[in-house]
T-cell receptor, first 110, second 117 residues
Framework: AQRVTQPEKLLSVFKGAPVELKCNYS??????LFWYVQYSRQRLQLLLR??SRESIKGFTADLNKGETSFHLKKPFAQEEDSAMYYC????????????FGTGTRLTIIP | NAGVTQTPKFRVLKTGQSMTLLCAQD?????MYWYRQDPGMGLRLIHY???????AKGEVPDGYNVSRLKKQNFLLGLESAAPSQTSVYFC????????????????FGPGTRLTVT
């Protein structure tokens, strides 16, 4: 069975400090990993996915198959980064289902 | 282009009552999903559909039924509501990506907050 673990329910970081949101997964095959974000009073939306290898809003995430991790990082936090972040896993190419982690609420302290 | 819309936005039910949540998308997506979001538990998949006329169970399907009679609509029904079904319900849709053989980005609706007393 596939599982996504986000060990931190809450994370507070000062503005300008580095941010790292942890995500670990359990899956025996080759997964595809995503980060979704939900800003206050907005709908859940895709932030980035590992296959695109993009940097979105200054965030990056590297898939580490050895450690089964997909941590989200940003070198300098901004106040507008405050949101709920979900890590999600798809079990294979073309697979339509996602398994979500429990989420991390990130608060940026001014 | 409204994307994914959900009706209603809020609802309060008494235990045992029934209701239907409506999800509509105007992006011509093949796949549609219903999730529930509960504090500390993230999003859990209730049911999903890979095309008009087809539905499948997700992680937490008990107590819910769904129908996909039209491609653009996905209905979630609660036949006899229970307090354990108090939650925020999200609908999402997706379609094959422009990149070959990649999993599909899901587009979410604004959510329906349901309280069962």
């Amino acid at each position: 069975a596939q599982r996504v673990t986000q060990p931190e329910k809450l994370l507070s970081v000062f503005k300008g400090a580095p941010v790292e949101l942890k995500c670990n997964y359990s899956y025996s095959g080759s997964p595809e990993l995503f980060w979704y974000v939900q800003y206050s009073r907005q709908r859940l939306q895709l932030l980035l996915r590992h296959i695109s290898r993009e940097s979105i809003k200054g965030f990056t995430a590297d898939l580490n198959k050895g450690e089964t991790s997909f941590h989200l990082k940003k070198p300098f936090a901004q106040e507008e980064d405050s949101a709920m972040y979900y890590c999600a896993l798809s079990s294979g190419f073309g697979n339509e289902k996602l398994t979500f982690g429990t989420g991390t609420r990130l608060t940026i302290i001014p | 282009n409204a994307g994914v819309t959900q009706t209603p936005k809020f609802r309060v039910l008494k235990t045992g009552q029934s209701m239907t949540l409506l999800c509509a998308q105007d992006m011509n997506h093949e796949y549609m999903y219903w999730y529930r979001q509960d504090p500390g538990m993230g999003l859990r998949l209730i049911h999903y559909s890979v095309g008009e006329g087809t539905t499948a169970k997700g992680e937490v399907p008990d107590g819910y039924n769904v129908s996909r009679l039209k491609k653009q609509n996905f209905l979630l029904g609660l036949e006899s509501a229970a307090p354990s079904q108090t939650s925020v319900y999200f609908c999402a849709s997706s379609a094959p990506d422009s990149l070959p053989l990649v999993a599909y980005e899901q587009y979410f609706g604004p959510g329906t907050r349901l309280t069962v007393t």
